[in-house]
């Protein structure tokens, strides 16, 4: 039995035990999972889900994997004689559990499929668990606040949000792919802020703190990984979860030294260095033109 791969950096194992967290998304719940996966068969196991981590328990096959026989019609007598049938099997995992994240709950009782008339789930809106977007903001080189959009209508275009975050001050790295091919990585600091309860229920967001997210956006220079130039295409763009006090260069490093995940297999880039020197940050008032009055 391999090692299961879940959040891939913060994974630890402990077989037939994986433990992962902590992570930013929170939920909380129990699901037995047959394991199925897209393509094929799995291994069967049970998670449990409490304040950011999770536990995975290797189980034996349990639970039977839930499978839809079809009956192709473009298929020729020569495929049907090679393969010995005129039928395949579609396979989905069967789960039985619930979770409760970001405001809902999800209920599994069976298939999990790509339809609504055999998938076995039901959700619940929670609007005394909801946790509310209120705002998306940019910071400089330096960690300082540069420009914040907050959740009101009217909404700002996409073309105007980008022209802003052009704007925003950025610092490009060099590092090498896992196959010694040379990329560069364009990097700015964003933070996003959720707060407690929505509709009637927002007056609980003053019993609760808000919960803040900042993270380090990462644009790459051309694909990456071990799917690129697949019709699948590698990865040109990423972000990670930054850590009280860290920049751009620290939490950049940190992603390089970290596993990746691929469906090909885990991969590691090298981190090299500066491009160049940062830019001097820009006039904030300059980057807000295009939508003036937006930042609070």
């Known amino acids: 039995m391999k ?7 913060t994974d630890r194992h402990f077989w ?14 129990i699901m037995l999972d047959s394991g199925a996966q897209e393509g094929g068969e799995g291994d069967c196991h049970i998670s449990f889900y409490a304040f950011g981590y999770t536990l995975i328990c290797e189980l034996p096959n349990v639970v039977p994997h839930y499978r839809e026989r079809h009956w192709p019609k473009s298929w020729d007598s020569a495929t049907v004689a090679r393969l010995g049938r005129n039928w395949y099997d579609e396979v989905f995992p069967a789960e039985y559990g619930f979770t409760v994240s970001d405001g ?13 008339d055999t998938t076995k789930s039901k959700c619940y809106f929670l609007p005394w668990r909801h946790w509310t977007h209120v705002r ?6 330096t960690g300082a606040h540069f420009w914040t959009e907050w959740d009101r ?8 949000w980008r022209a802003v975050k052009d704007a925003c001050p950025k610092v490009q790295f060099e590092f090498e792919d896992y196959d010694g ?7 700015t600091i964003e933070e996003r802020e959720w707060r407690f309860g929505t509709g009637w229920f927002r007056w609980l967001s003053w019993f609760r703190r808000p919960r803040i997210c900042r993270t380090l956006d990462i644009e790459f220079s051309g694909e990456t990984g071990r799917e690129k130039g697949s019709w699948k295409g590698g990865t040109v ?20 030294e970290q596993d990746h995940r691929s469906k090909s297999g885990p991969y590691r880039v090298r981190y090299i260095g500066p491009v ?7 006039d904030p008032q300059a980057a807000q033109s295009p939508l003036q009055g937006r930042d609070e």
């Not at 090692?3 to 950096?9: H, K, M, P, V, Y």
């Not at 209508?153 to 105007?160: G, H, T």
């Not at 006090?245 to 992603?255: D, M, T, V």
């Not at 160049?276 to 820009?282: I, M, Q, T």
Request: proline share 7%; with cysteine.
């Open 237 to 256: 763009g990423t972000g990670i979860e930054m850590e009280p006090g860290e920049l751009h260069e620290s939490a950049f490093k940190r992603y390089c």
């Open 181 to 187: 091919q040379r990329l560069i990585a364009t990097t």
């Open 104 to 116: 809902s709950l999800h209920v599994h009782y069976g298939a999990q499929t790509h339809g609504s």
């Open 136 to 141: 998306h903001s940019l910071y400089s080189l």
């Open 153 to 160: 209508k009217p909404r700002n275009s996409l073309e105007a």
């Open 276 to 282: 160049k020197r940062p830019e001097p940050a820009r």
């Open 16 to 29: 037939p035990f994986t433990f992962s967290g902590p992570s930013c998304y929170r939920r909380f719940g």
């Open 3 to 9: 090692n299961r791969r879940w959040d891939g950096e």
